[in-house]
Each structure stands twice: as structure tokens, then as C-alpha cells.
């Protein structure tokens, strides 16, 4: 049975991401949508990426840290600005993948660099299971508005950052069963959203987050949207 698995904010981790495949012995008859900051903060994320992009059966949403790494590199024209959004991406945790991108040969980079340009913010898709809407940080909730229109009117800035107004929405007027990342789910507002067995994936009737927290350290996890289960792998605690 084909099963279509999801996954957010590996954040440069890649041994944890290939224990995890390895865990539901993912196979070239399943596909995978990565929701976004495959990269920063980890050791990893530019080997990652390239990984990712020569798999036909993995798709690759944007997230912020993707978008930092197109904007410092000039892809979406601010190159007069590159000295301030560089800083910025450093102190975001940028430093790694810049210094492993430029190790790359100048045909690798830009191979890398159009790879990512075309990656879409958000992906809408339909299995037997339901529809769903697959963001990296989720949607601005719109009352009053058809969900077409509220989708249709969301700036990159919502999907690629909102937190708060996103998590706290009952999100009563939106059909499509939203999965996200970008927030890690031990920073919810409301706690009760978590599993209580293992403080991971966050599944709500029509919310699905799935950040659980590699960038803190904590656990990646992985979620399966054919047959609702979770898996999760422990990141190991840097030593300082």
C-alpha cells in the first residue's frame, strides 16, 4: 500500500531524518512532503537538501530558512541588502549552511539555489483520509471569508512565520485539515493540543503540527496521513 508520509523542521539533522525512514521502512512505492527548514541550526542541512532533491518521491515546501537562504544569495532580488540579511540568517542559525554552500562547486550551487526558487509555499492535496493543507507555519485565520479566499489572501510572511493567531484559531470556517510546522509543539499555547504520551505531533481535528522540537534538540517526528500514526526519533543533546 502506497502511504504518504509528512515531516517539518529537520533543521540540518539528517542522520535522525534516515532513522526515521528506516523506522517505517519507507520505500520507493511512498512519497514524502517535507514542510519546510530542512536546513540552520543542525550540521547537516546542505547534504540534506541535495538528498532530498534527487529523490523523486520526496516534495519539498518552503519554510523561513529557506527563504533567508534564498534572499542572502540574491534569488529574490535583494542583493543591495545581503550584508544585513546574512547577519540575520546567522544569528538564526544560518552560519553552518552558508559555510557548507559555499564548499559547494559554483554549478552545485546553483543547481541547489533553482531547486529551492521553485519549491511552493504550500501544497493542497486530497487522499481517501480527507483534504489537506500542508504550510510550513499555518494559515491567518480570515473570518467571514470563503477558505478559498482566506487562502487566496495570506501573504508569504503568514505561511512562512505565524505562530499565535494561527494555533489559538478554532479555524471553524476552514474545510481542509491544516498540517504545519515552524512551532514547535512544546511551545503550544494550549498544552493540551500535545499527545500526552510522548509530547510530540499535535493532531486536533483540523490542525496537525508536526514541529517537535530538532531545532531545541528535543525529537523529530514523522507523520503518516494515510494510517495516522506517528513516529518519532530523540535528538542527541549537543555538548557545550
Known amino acids: ?90 544569528q538564526n542559525g544560518g552560519a553552518l549552511t552558508y559555510h557548507s554552500f559555499l564548499k559547494l562547486s559554483l554549478q552545485e550551487q546553483q543547481e541547489l539555489l533553482d531547486f529551492l526558487e521553485d519549491c511552493p509555499l504550500y501544497e493542497q492535496i486530497t487522499l481517501e483520509q480527507g483534504e489537506f493543507l500542508l504550510v510550513h507555519a499555518g494559515i491567518r485565520p480570515l473570518p467571514g471569508l470563503h477558505w478559498e479566499d482566506q487562502l487566496n489572501a495570506q501573504t508569504p510572511r503568514d505561511l512562512f512565520e505565524i505562530r499565535k493567531e494561527f494555533l489559538q484559531s478554532p479555524l471553524t470556517e476552514f474545510p481542509l485539515t491544516i498540517v504545519h510546522g515552524h512551532t514547535p509543539t512544546l511551545m503550544y499555547p494550549r498544552i493540551s493540543a500535545l499527545s500526552p504520551a510522548t509530547r510530540g505531533i499535535s493532531i486536533e481535528p483540523n490542525r496537525i503540527g508536526i514541529d517537535c522540537g530538532a531545532a531545541m534538540n528535543a525529537q523529530l517526528g514523522l507523520y503518516c496521513l494515510t494510517d495516522g500514526s506517528c513516529y518519532y526519533v530523540d535528538i542527541p543533546k549537543v555538548e557545550s
Not at 15 to 25: E, G, I, T
Not at 56 to 67: Q, S, V
Open 1 to 90: 500500500m502506497k502511504r504518504t508520509f509528512v515531516i517539518s523542521d529537520i533543521h540540518g539533522h539528517q542522520d535522525a531524518f534516515f532513522d526515521l525512514l528506516k523506522q517505517v521502512n519507507f520505500t520507493d512505492d511512498d512519497f514524502l512532503y517535507i514542510l519546510g527548514d530542512v536546513i540552520d541550526r543542525g550540521p547537516d542541512g546542505i547534504s540534506l537538501l541535495r538528498s532530498i532533491m534527487r529523490q523523486p518521491n520526496m516534495y519539498l515546501l518552503l519554510g523561513n530558512h529557506e527563504l533567508m537562504m534564498l534572499e542572502v544569495f540574491g534569488v529574490l532580488g535583494k542583493v543591495s541588502d545581503s550584508e544585513e540579511l546574512l547577519e540575520m540568517w546567522v
